[in-house]
């Protein structure tokens, strides 16, 4: 069975600072990440894919690394308005995306 | 830009009724998917479906029926509630299965008394 594991949290940051958060996935065969967005009582929203390469979003980055198989997700210069729960999202070929439990995040004034 | 939509948003039913959650996409997509999602749980799939007329079981569909008649429309049925089917219902739609990020609606707040 597909897993994706993620540590639950809570990370309690201050404003400003820097938190990285990583899943790992248990499907070598893995093609397509995602990091999701959850704000509490709300539906799961995008955040960004996850190349290969590594990407960049503001200030927010996410990184893969398939031969130790986990994806990171790093959020610099920490804005109240960033906590939520965080997603991360693994998937394959022609299977629905496997989903982990997320790590929330809250971030203090 | 609706998106995907879900109605009804709120609803409480008593043991053993039953009803229909609609799930709505205009984004032409061809997959769609039900999801609860209880407290500490994450998301759970209970159904898919990878085209119009088609359907498929995910992780937990035991107690719920599916449809997709329509392409845009994917309905989730409880034929007889129960209280454990309390839960925050989310449909999801996306272009492909594993290689696509999925669409959210806003979800479906049930409770079963």
């Known amino acids: 069975r597909k897993e994706v594991e993620q540590d639950p949290g809570p990370f309690n940051v201050p404003e400003g600072a820097t938190v990285a958060f990583n899943c790992t996935y248990s499907?070598?065969?893995?093609?397509?990440f995602f990091w999701y967005r959850q704000d509490c009582r709300k539906e799961p929203k995008l955040l960004m894919s996850v190349y290969s390469s590594g990407n960049e979003d503001g200030r927010f980055t996410a990184q893969l690394n398939r031969a130790s198989q986990y994806i990171s997700l790093l959020i610099r210069d920490s804005k109240l308005s960033d906590s939520a729960t965080y997603l991360c999202v693994e998937g394959e070929g022609n299977t629905p995306l496997v989903f982990g439990k997320g790590t929330r995040l809250s971030v203090i004034a | 830009n609706a998106g995907v939509t879900q109605t009804p948003k709120f609803r409480v039913l008593k043991t053993g009724q039953s009803m229909t959650l609609l799930c709505a996409q205009d984004?032409?997509?061809?997959?769609m998917y039900w999801y609860r999602q209880d407290p500490g749980m994450g998301l759970r799939l209970i159904h898919y479906s990878v085209g119009e007329g088609t359907t498929a079981k995910g992780e937990v569909p035991d107690g719920y029926n599916v449809s997709r008649l329509k392409k845009q429309n994917f309905l989730l049925g409880l034929e007889s509630a129960a209280p454990s089917q309390t839960s925050v219902y989310f449909c999801?739609?996306?272009?492909?299965?594993?290689?696509?990020?999925?669409?959210f609606g806003d979800g479906t707040r049930l409770s079963i008394l």
């Open positions: 999801a739609s996306s272009y492909s299965t594993g290689n696509q990020p999925q669409h």
């Open positions: 984004m032409n997509h061809e997959y």
């Open positions: 499907n070598s065969a893995s093609q397509s």
